[in-house]
């Protein structure tokens, strides 16, 4: 039988404060550039629909000067593979683990 291996992302809620540093010094981008990712993809599909690209989370990349290649790598290995999975599959986690404030 095979092992279900969890992405990383499900494991964010449960980690301890060694682990999250680790888990940010792995990260292709910082906390703030990621959390403005989401919030760009977010809004831009209340626009739109997904069409399930990631041509949202890339405009948003390539306008920040964002290094494209190893997020988007990022978002695919952690189940984003176009914008509206991003957000629910990353975004989702993300919150969990890192509420938005009030
Ligand atoms: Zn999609």
Same mark, same amino acid.
């Given at each position: 039988?095979?092992?279900?291996?969890?992405?990383?992302?499900?494991?964010?809620?449960?980690?301890?404060?060694?682990?999250?540093?680790?888990?940010?010094?792995?990260?292709?981008?910082?906390?703030?550039?990621?959390?403005?990712?989401?919030?760009?993809?977010?809004?831009?599909? #209340?626009?739109?629909?997904?069409?399930?690209?990631?041509?949202?989370?890339?405009?948003?990349?390539?306008?920040?000067?964002?290094?494209? +290649?190893?997020?988007?790598?990022?978002?695919?290995?952690?189940?984003? #593979?176009?914008?509206?999975?991003?957000?629910?599959?990353?975004?989702?986690?993300?919150?969990?683990?890192? +509420?938005?404030?009030?």
């Amino acid at each position: 039988m095979a092992i279900l291996r969890k992405r990383q992302i499900e494991m964010l809620a449960q980690m301890n404060g060694e682990e999250l540093e680790k888990f940010f010094a792995s990260l292709p981008a910082t906390k703030e550039q990621l959390e403005s990712l989401f919030e760009f993809v977010e809004d831009e599909l #209340y626009e739109e629909e997904c069409d399930h690209t990631s041509r949202f989370a890339m405009q948003f990349l390539m306008k920040n000067n964002l290094p494209f +290649p190893k997020i988007i790598a990022w978002l695919n290995a952690n189940g984003g #593979y176009c914008d509206c999975k991003i957000m629910e599959n990353i975004e989702k986690e993300w919150r969990k683990a890192f +509420p938005e404030p009030e």
